[in-house]
C-alpha cells in the first residue's frame, strides 16, 4: 500500500512515455477542476514519461510508480497493493494480464485518448489477428478515441459501438496547458529575433538534416537574413549536426550560443516546443524518413505553419485537417521545402503570418476539450463508486 493513499482507492492513470502522458495529464487537471478529490497514481515505463508527467501535472496527483512487469503476479500484486477503483491507459496501451486482472479485480477499465495507427491496423488483419484485437479492446469498460477513423476501425472488429465514445485527441489540452508566452518570449529575445525570420526543422531523424540545410540554402538566396534552428529528435545527435552545417553556415550549438549564428542545433532537452513559438514555419521530422511523422500540434498551437515529409501517419487525421485549412504543406524534396520556405518568408514580410494565427486560434478553439468530455464520463463510475 502506498502511503499516500491512507486506505482510499485510487484512480490508477497509465502513460508509457513521454507521448502519452501528455494525454493523461490534461484528463488529471479536468478531473481535479470538477471536483474529483480521490488520490490519483500516475505510472509510466520510462524516466522521460516520469519527467513530462511531474512537469505537467506536479501537484495535481498523489504518487507515480513504474508499471509493474506484464506477468500476471506482477500485476496481481500491484491491483492488490493499490486496490484501485479505476484505471486507464492512453492511446495504444494493451497489457492483457493487467487488464485481464482487472477485470477478475472487478476494477473499470477505459482506453483514453485511444487511437488506430496505420500500423496497429496492419497488425490486426486477418481472422485470428482480428479475433484477437477484438479481445483485447473488448476487456475496456469503455474507450475514449480521438477520432471516427479509430471508431470505424474498432467497430470492424466487433467492439459495439455503444462502448465507443470519439472526443477528440486530448494531447491538444496538454498543448494548451503548456503554453507559456513568458517563455517564448525569453527565448526570442535570446535569440535575437528581430534579426531575420527564423525557420524550425523539429525532432529531425538521421537522413531529415541534410534535406533540410538543402532547403535552407534555397531559402537564403532570397531571405539572405533568415536563419535556421534543427532540433535532433535524439539530442546525442546535435554534435553531427553541427559538423553538417558548420561548413557552409556560421554554426552553433544552443548551449553554446553566440552572436552572429546562422544555423543553431538544440542539444538540450524539454526546450522545442516553446522554440516553436519563434519560428515563421516549421518542418516536422520523421517525415521525410519511414517514422510516421513527429507531433505537428506544436507549432501549429503556436500559429506556426507546418511542412512535412510524406510519412505523417501517426497525425493523419490532424494534418489532413491542417493540408485542408492550409497552415500544413507536404514537400518531396528539398528543392519543394525551399520552394515553400521561401514562400512564407515573403508572407513574414507583407504580415500575411497574421493568418496562420488566426487559423490556428479557430482549430484549437473547436478541437479543445477531450480530457474534460472524458472525465464527464468516467467520473459517473467515481460516483457509483463512492
Same mark, same amino acid.
Given at each position: 500500500m502506498i502511503a499516500c493513499l491512507k486506505g482510499r482507492r485510487p484512480l490508477w492513470l497509465h502513460g508509457v512515455s513521454v507521448g502519452e502522458v501528455q494525454a493523461v495529464m490534461p484528463l488529471v487537471k479536468a478531473a481535479r477542476d470538477a471536483g474529483y478529490?480521490?488520490?490519483?497514481?500516475?505510472?509510466?515505463?520510462?524516466?522521460?514519461?516520469?519527467?513530462?508527467?511531474?512537469? =505537467?501535472?506536479? @501537484?495535481l496527483f498523489d504518487a507515480h510508480i513504474y508499471y509493474p512487469w506484464d506477468k500476471k503476479k506482477f500485476v496481481r500484486s500491484a491491483i492488490k497493493s493499490l486496490d484501485p477503483w479505476a484505471f486507464a491507459a492512453a492511446e495504444t496501451e494493451l497489457?492483457?494480464?493487467? =487488464?485481464?486482472?482487472?477485470?477478475?479485480?472487478?476494477?473499470?477499465?477505459?482506453?483514453?485518448?485511444? *487511437?488506430?495507427?496505420?500500423?496497429?491496423?496492419?497488425?490486426?488483419?486477418?481472422?485470428? *489477428?482480428?479475433?484477437?484485437?477484438? /479481445?483485447?479492446?473488448?476487456?475496456?469498460?469503455?474507450?475514449?478515441?480521438? @477520432?471516427?477513423?479509430?471508431?470505424?476501425?474498432?467497430?470492424? =472488429?466487433?467492439?459495439?459501438?455503444?462502448?465507443?465514445?470519439?472526443?477528440?485527441?486530448?494531447?491538444?489540452?496538454?498543448?494548451?496547458?503548456?503554453?507559456?508566452?513568458?517563455?517564448?518570449?525569453?527565448?526570442?529575445?535570446?535569440?535575437?529575433?528581430?534579426?531575420?525570420?527564423?525557420?524550425?526543422? @523539429?525532432?529531425?531523424?538521421?537522413?531529415?538534416?541534410?534535406?533540410?540545410?538543402?532547403?535552407?540554402?534555397?531559402?537564403?538566396?532570397? /531571405?539572405?537574413?533568415?536563419?535556421?534552428?534543427?532540433?535532433?529528435?535524439?539530442?546525442?545527435r546535435a554534435a553531427a549536426v553541427e559538423a553538417l552545417s558548420g561548413d557552409e553556415f556560421a554554426t552553433s550549438l544552443l548551449s553554446e550560443i553566440s552572436g552572429g549564428w546562422e544555423v543553431l542545433v538544440v542539444d538540450q532537452i524539454g526546450v522545442l516546443f516553446e522554440l516553436y513559438g519563434v519560428a515563421a514555419a516549421a518542418f516536422i521530422g520523421g517525415s521525410f524518413v519511414d517514422k510516421g511523422g513527429q507531433n505537428i500540434l506544436e507549432p501549429v498551437s503556436w500559429g506556426v505553419p507546418v511542412q512535412y515529409g510524406p510519412h505523417m501517419e501517426d497525425f493523419a487525421e490532424a494534418s489532413a485537417e491542417f493540408l485542408s485549412l492550409g497552415i500544413a504543406a507536404q514537400a518531396d524534396s528539398a528543392e519543394k521545402l525551399g520552394e515553400i520556405w521561401t514562400g512564407i518568408a515573403a508572407q513574414v514580410h507583407n504580415d500575411g503570418w497574421d493568418r496562420y494565427r488566426d487559423l490556428s486560434a479557430k482549430y484549437f478553439a473547436k478541437a479543445s476539450g477531450a480530457a474534460r468530455r472524458t472525465w464527464a464520463e468516467i467520473g459517473r463510475y467515481w460516483q457509483s463508486a463512492i
Open positions: 478529490s480521490g488520490p490519483v497514481i500516475i505510472s509510466t515505463t520510462t524516466e522521460t514519461g516520469k519527467a513530462m508527467a511531474l512537469r =505537467l501535472g506536479g @501537484g497489457w492483457p494480464n493487467m =487488464l485481464w486482472e482487472m477485470r477478475d479485480a472487478g476494477v473499470k477499465t477505459f482506453l483514453v485518448n485511444g *487511437r488506430i495507427s496505420d500500423r496497429t491496423w496492419a497488425r490486426l488483419q486477418g481472422t485470428l *489477428r482480428s479475433r484477437v484485437g477484438m /479481445e483485447l479492446y473488448g476487456l475496456f469498460n469503455e474507450i475514449f478515441l480521438r @477520432g471516427e477513423r479509430d471508431a470505424f476501425r474498432l467497430e470492424s =472488429l466487433g467492439i459495439p459501438r455503444g462502448r465507443m465514445h470519439v472526443f477528440g485527441d486530448s494531447k491538444i489540452d496538454a498543448l494548451l496547458l503548456r503554453k507559456n508566452q513568458a517563455v517564448r518570449d525569453a527565448w526570442a529575445a535570446k535569440l535575437e529575433f528581430y534579426k531575420g525570420p527564423i525557420f524550425m526543422a @523539429g525532432s529531425t531523424h538521421t537522413g531529415e538534416d541534410e534535406i533540410v540545410l538543402a532547403a535552407f540554402k534555397i531559402l537564403r538566396k532570397t /531571405e539572405p537574413d533568415s536563419r535556421l534552428i534543427i532540433a535532433p529528435r535524439h539530442p546525442e
